[in-house]
């Protein structure tokens, strides 16, 4: 989805309507968070007694089953509905609104991730893009709202990734066996697109990069991007990762992006969570302008490791040497590895679908004010 900025609503009394400013954090653990940038921005002079309109100077790309906090920071009182979010409080199972959800405080069936409350706030100072709120008050709603689009912006000229403006992976990531493995999402392009970088999630705790990252055709099985010596953005275990190309343009088709570690001795070094493309948040595939990467039963047929015949595998891997296809699939497992690529269509734009606005109208005025620094919506 595409963030397009902010809704806050400012009592009817007792609220600052003086600008103030506004910022989205990926949540990506117990009380820590990473700026989206381009997310901040400052309003102008707010309305009394209605929503307040709060938009960014251009779009943001946003990663599908990713937790984000929008956070608004000022001096003053703001509004304030205590039992929003609790068990057996009006929004207990969350609160959804086409590809928006709102979590919910309780251990329902959408629990607030990293045990952080819903509606949070921070006394510590009055930016929101210094420091994330993280504490919670009577599972309140504090009436901040956020707006997305599936459509990218008119003349946008930019890059897409599978997982953009993603600091994290998701919880029940964890890293993979040590072993020479390559392992690849399949990725299919809708029109010719120019590579910009590879990406992967480098898991925590780990001391090794892969060595080697490339892009195969599945309808050929070879090699058609490669660079065996790539230079990481980032250190082991520090999350993702991307390895620049240049010069390089591949024409519409399907393909599998993969990463290897060929170390002479492998310790773990690549992020693997479970499930993702059959029950996980890669359930239906994933677009994002010319990027397409297929549902597990959508996907190119892999053989099966430690079994015989072949299945569709979304996610699959080789073990060996770095110049094998990537076209072994655990069965049953739907895993996936956190690999992405970024690439700039050549020509061409992206559609969607209309605008969502995560929460219904507030009260006339909410019948709390209390004073506060900053405030957060976890969509």
């Known amino acids: ?32 968070g990473t700026v989206i940038p381009g997310s901040v921005v400052t309003s102008g002079t707010l309305t009394a007694g209605q929503w307040n309109w709060i938009p960014l100077p251009a779009p943001l790309p946003l990663a599908i089953g990713t ?39 309780s251990s329902g069936s959408l629990p607030s991730p990293y045990s952080i409350s819903q509606g949070v706030f921070g006394a510590s100072g009055n930016n929101p893009s210094v420091t994330m709120p993280t504490q919670g008050s009577n599972s309140a709603n504090f009436w901040m709202d956020l707006q997305v ?21 998701a919880p029940e990531t964890a890293a993979d066996f040590g072993a020479n493995y390559v392992v ?131 996610c699959t891997f080789a073990i060996g040497p770095p110049n094998q296809y990537p076209d072994l699939y655990v069965d049953g497992l739907a895993q996936n590895y956190w690999v992405d690529v970024e690439v700039t269509p050549v020509g061409g734009s992206a559609t969607g679908q209309p605008t969502s606005q995560a929460t219904s109208a507030p009260p006339s005025d909410p019948p709390t004010v209390k004073s506060g620094a900053f405030l957060g919506f976890f969509p």
């Not at 309507?17 to 506004?22: H, I, P």
């Open 184 to 314: 690849a999402t399949e990725v299919h392009f809708s029109q010719a697109c120019t590579i910009n970088n590879i990406w992967y999630y480098s898991p925590g705790g780990v001391d090794q990069l892969a060595t080697e990252c490339g892009i195969w055709s599945i309808s050929t099985g070879k090699l058609v991007a490669e660079n065996a010596s790539p230079t990481w953005s980032g250190a082991a275990g520090s999350g993702w990762v991307a390895c620049a190309f240049t010069g390089l343009t591949l024409p519409a088709g399907e393909y599998k992006v993969a990463v290897y570690n060929g170390a002479a001795t492998p310790d773990p070094w690549n992020a693997k969570q479970l499930r993702y493309w059959d029950i996980g948040a890669g359930q239906n595939g994933i677009t994002n302008g010319p990027l397409y990467a297929p549902q597990l039963a959508a996907a190119a047929t892999a053989d099966i490791y430690t079994g015989s015949g072949q299945e569709p595998g979304q």
């Open 1 to 32: 989805m595409w963030f397009e900025g902010y809704w806050w609503w400012v009592c009817a009394s007792g609220s600052p309507t003086s600008a103030q400013e506004f910022a989205l954090w990926n949540v990506t653990g117990q009380t820590q």
């Open 149 to 169: 689009t599936s459509a990218a912006p008119s003349g946008y000229s930019g890059s897409y990734r599978l997982w953009p403006n993603k600091f994290d992976a």
């Open 67 to 105: 937790c984000y906090n929008a956070c608004t920071g000022f001096t003053g009182g703001f509004p304030n509905t205590n039992n929003q979010f609790g068990s057996g409080q009006p929004y207990a199972a969350g609160l959804t609104n086409g590809p928006l959800t709102a979590y919910s405080d």
